[in-house]
């Protein structure tokens, strides 16, 4: 599953909190879980909460579809 984030500008810890939510349900399912163009604001977010090491983020569209 690819979450394209290019439209979101701002994400507060109930969005994390959410795809959180829906990685853990991708893991159970078997399906892996990719975030893809994250604005540099969201990318902090993540890399703040250590996040950055969980979740699968990758820069491009592009590049996730290839994944």
């Keep these: 599953?690819?979450?394209?984030?290019a439209n979101v500008q701002y994400m507060d810890s109930s969005g994390v909190a959410t795809l959180?939510?829906?990685l853990q349900l991708c893991r159970r399912?078997?399906?892996t879980l990719l975030l893809c163009q994250l604005h540099e604001r969201v990318l902090s977010v993540f890399q703040i909460a250590r996040l950055d090491?969980?979740?699968e983020i990758i820069p491009t569209m592009d590049e996730a579809l290839a994944h």
Excluded: N, Y
């Design 1 to 5: 599953m690819i979450i394209d984030l």
């Design 20 to 22: 959180v939510e829906c």
């Design 29 to 31: 399912a078997g399906t």
């Design 53 to 55: 090491g969980v979740f």
